[in-house]
């Protein structure tokens, strides 16, 4: 089990480097950030660009590693993303891992003037996304025409650091997600169970999620990949236990336990921020960080 953060881009950079260098200092694996435009109450608040932060993070950290949870192609393009990616990757010394899913509904969907795509709309643009993104990141020179995207002889030399190159991990609920994952993906990324965000139990939860480990293993199985070779990441903080979770060291403890059971590998937890959906006692949060794998072996 690997303990991860994510650390979300709202504080300028003069401040922000502080909280990532006390990352590594605590010994997470890896800090993450969200890759969005703006994001539901932090809106109207400072909110700076990820692969931007992430290219300061890696050069105020040096074993810790980073990357986006999650980006998706309601804003990007796979061939100016690909180039960014080979420079961040180059920047950290091949330490970025790539959070990367369909995308959603939010701010983000309509922000560069379009209409909202319809989930089937989502699905079929990430079914393309992902294959074309692998190949720019894994090939000198692209071309390549599909029915949402292009590219024509992208080059993206030298590439990527991390060999054959950098990880993806593939958020995925549904079928079609399942099986980019078990394709494409380095890592599985889940937050649980929406539909259990507000009224759901723990125990519902704990199903639903051991119900989406069951798919990957199918994914996997129909792919020829053996699922223990992906790493299974939950991002916290969406689940029916979200307000207790950083409550103290033995409530992380048991809620990580009933994860480990399941076969996740890789558990992130959201930085404190006073007076938000993550606000948390900060003492209590570096106090789980430093003590509570060790509780778990």
């Known amino acids: 089990m690997r303990l991860s953060t994510v650390i979300l881009p709202i504080h300028r950079w003069s401040e922000g480097q502080k909280t990532w260098r006390r990352a590594e200092d605590l010994g997470f694996h890896a800090a993450y950030t969200y890759d969005h435009l703006s994001w539901r109450s932090f809106r109207d608040g400072p909110w700076f660009g990820a692969l931007p932060t992430l290219t300061a993070a890696a050069t105020v950290t040096e074993r810790m590693r980073l990357g986006t949870l999650v980006t998706s192609p309601n804003f990007r393009h796979p061939v100016t993303l690909a180039k960014e990616l080979i420079s961040l990757d180059d ?149 029916p236990e979200r307000s207790e979770l950083l409550g103290s060291v033995d409530a992380f403890v048991d809620f990580a336990g009933r994860h480990v059971e399941l076969g996740f590998t890789e558990l992130v937890l959201h930085w404190p921020i006073p007076e938000s959906d993550f606000a948390a006692d900060q003492s209590v949060f570096e106090k789980i960080a430093t003590e509570a794998l060790s509780q778990l072996r």
């Open 91 to 239: 920047v950290s010394g091949g330490r970025v891992t790539l959070g990367i899913g369909a995308g959603g509904n939010g701010f983000d969907a309509t922000v560069l003037g379009q209409e909202a795509w319809t989930p089937r709309e989502r699905a079929d643009r990430f079914g393309e996304f992902l294959p074309l993104l692998d190949r720019l990141l894994t090939e000198d020179a692209v071309t390549y025409t599909g029915a949402h995207y292009r590219a024509d002889e992208a080059r993206n030399i030298p590439g990527c650091v991390q060999r054959p190159r950098l990880p993806f991990a593939v958020a995925a609920t549904g079928p079609r997600g399942f099986k980019l994952a078990a394709r494409y993906g380095q890592a599985w990324v889940t937050t649980g169970d929406p539909k259990l965000f507000e009224e759901g139990t723990a125990e519902q939860s704990v199903e639903a999620l051991r119900g989406q480990v069951a798919k990957l293993g199918k994914a996997c199985a129909e792919a020829g990949r053996d699922v223990a070779s992906i790493d299974k990441v939950l991002l916290t903080g969406f689940t």
